[in-house]
């Protein structure tokens, strides 16, 4: 029997999560970065900006962005990499990784794209000096299993980078609940047509592992000297633990 997850505030077999996320994901994948910008105020890109400023790339090294998207880590960590590095995007969903590529490419940049699953990276050990997963590892079923593999891929030294929603400041929360179950839903209905897409979004945010959880659960992964930083009041949260 499947054991049971959660699908924002739904309990379903983890199995049938997989299939509901992509399901999600298909559905405003065209409109994804254009919601990103409208519910986040244009905030996302700073976030994304100091994510990749942390993780202390230079030029010519190996970076895998996992559950990349649209690309925009993928494209901030070429910039870095410089011609003599390499960036691989990677996504689960077929929708959202063939949109980062023609995006990636309209753009000029030639970023090889993977479709694979997080929770298993065909990818060999030690072979990345920086892994980044921003806004997906919430969306993963065996959310464990994932920072294990992402953990394994890294050479040593090497760091993960997990940008992520995360718990706000106490006092903010009523208004940000009601931002998010209110204004949210009927905003993605507007833009994207699916108000259930966005208002699962509020209910994975809320059932996410907070910043401590999230660090004991990369510390038992194996990853040392985890550390996090709150952003815009603790909405978002950047993770960051090495390999050694």
């Known amino acids: 029997m499947s054991k049971i997850t959660d699908f924002g505030y739904q309990q379903v077999p983890e199995d049938e999560k997989s299939r509901r996320v992509a399901g999600v994901f298909d559905s405003v994948a065209s409109r ?131 940008l992520e929603f995360s718990r706000i400041w106490r006092p903010l929360a009523p208004l940000y609940d009601a931002y998010s179950f209110q204004v949210l839903p009927r905003l993605g209905k507007l833009v994207a047509n699916d108000a259930d897409a966005y208002r699962y979004l509020a209910e994975s945010v809320r059932v996410h592992p907070d910043q401590d959880e999230l660090k004991r659960m990369m510390e038992q992964a194996g990853l040392e000297r985890v550390e996090y930083f709150n952003l815009s009041a603790g909405i978002v949260a950047l993770h960051r633990g090495y390999k050694f």
């Open 32 to 162: 994804y970065d254009l919601m990103n910008d409208l519910m986040s105020a244009g905030l996302h890109r700073l976030w994304k900006r100091f994510a990749v400023a942390q993780s202390f790339v230079r030029p010519g090294a190996r970076v895998l962005d996992v559950a990349g998207g649209t690309g925009d880590l993928a494209r901030l960590f070429a910039r870095r990499v410089g011609v003599h590095g390499e960036v691989i995007l990677t996504d689960v969903n077929a929708a959202m990784l063939e949109s980062g590529r023609d995006r990636l490419l309209d753009e000029g940049w030639v970023i090889p794209a993977v479709r694979c699953d997080g929770e298993s990276l065909p990818f060999a050990p030690d072979r990345f000096d920086c892994v980044s997963v921003a806004f997906g590892l919430r969306n993963m079923t065996r959310k464990e299993a994932a920072l294990a593999e992402m953990r394994r891929v890294l050479k040593p030294g090497g760091r993960l980078l997990v």
